[in-house]
């Protein structure tokens, strides 16, 4: 799948549970490691034949195990629990070492 | 990008401790082989360069431009994009909606939110409000007069309802005042609200002939 289309399927399936953060037109990222998160989670979803919905049901469980901490943007507090959604759901099916 | 407004310009910021966290996950899934570094490059370019509302800016000034691609394109709006290097998965049924002196379109989701991202990008918040899917179909004219838009009575205003199998995108009509413009600077003009329908292209005044 194409990296446009993987991204557009990203934004569907989070939308309304977990959507990724945007101002009116544009996706946000406050600092260049954001964008390189959902980078990582769109080549890393392909390689490892997970669906968005599956991502979804990590990133979910994953923001609500981290909350946004005080002194902490919205975005940084998103990601952060993207990453740990990537790890989790990487670790599930056995591509990484539980707790990496 | 937030700096520490002490650090000098030219120091490196210190990276936080979830920065770190994300480059050691990365180097870590570039070891497995689950990702590669220019792949991840390569989805980064994509949204910060590629997609967005100018791919449909591109393709309006080209309708603009040349009346034989004009054609193409409400014949067949995926068939058309895709001449311009564009392609998508919502774009896969992409209809060009044309706007004129007595036709008014505006599109919206009345179920959920599809939009034709590859051409438009990411939809606007309020696209995706129930206020906006509820009442454009209802009273259009009312909801056009609150983005300041505002048409001549004997204008008929059309709605179209997108769907996971059609994407409709508006071909505004081309301004007043823009004989001999090229492409780009055509381009500029198209807003993504006027090609939602909620917005109509207009020259800035004073801009030179």
Not at chain 2, 162 to 176: C, H, K
Request: aromatic fraction near 6%; proline fraction near 7%; charged fraction near 25%.
């Amino acid at each position: 799948m194409s990296a446009d289309a993987a991204l557009a399927e990203a934004q569907a399936a989070l939308a309304g549970h977990a959507p990724l953060p945007r101002d009116e037109s544009n996706l946000v990222f406050e600092e260049p490691w954001q964008g390189r998160a959902l980078g990582m989670g769109v080549v890393a979803l392909e390689r490892a034949g997970a669906s968005w919905a599956e991502f979804r049901v990590h990133l979910v469980a994953a923001i609500r195990r981290r909350p946004q901490r005080p002194g902490e943007s919205a975005a940084t507090a998103y990601y952060a629990a993207w990453l740990d959604a990537l790890e989790a759901l990487l670790a599930e099916r056995g591509l990484l070492p539980p707790e990496a | 990008m937030t700096e520490d407004p002490k650090a000098g310009a030219h120091q490196p910021r210190q990276a936080s401790d979830v920065e770190l966290r994300a480059r050691a996950l990365e180097a870590l899934l570039v070891s497995k082989g689950l990702v590669a570094t220019d792949a991840v490059d390569a989805v980064i370019e994509l949204y910060e360069h590629e997609v967005g509302p100018h791919n449909g800016a591109r393709v309006v000034a080209r309708a603009w431009a040349d009346p034989a691609y004009r054609e193409r394109l409400l014949a067949d709006g995926t068939e058309a994009v895709a001449e311009l290097g564009i392609a998508g998965a919502e774009g896969d049924n992409l209809v060009a909606v044309a706007n004129t002196p007595a036709v008014h379109n505006v599109i919206v989701c009345t179920l959920c939110s599809c939009y034709p991202w590859p051409v438009l990008g990411l939809p606007p918040s309020w696209y995706k409000s129930l206020a906006y899917r509820a009442r454009v179909v209802a009273e259009p004219r009312a909801v056009l007069g609150e983005f300041g838009l505002e048409l001549p009575g004997d204008v008929e205003v059309r709605v179209w309802d997108s769907s996971a199998e059609v994407r409709y995108l508006v071909v505004p009509m081309r301004p007043d005042g823009t004989d001999g413009w090229d492409e780009r600077r055509l381009a500029a003009l198209v807003t993504r609200d006027c090609m939602v329908g909620t917005a109509v292209p207009r020259v800035p005044r004073g801009a030179s002939p």
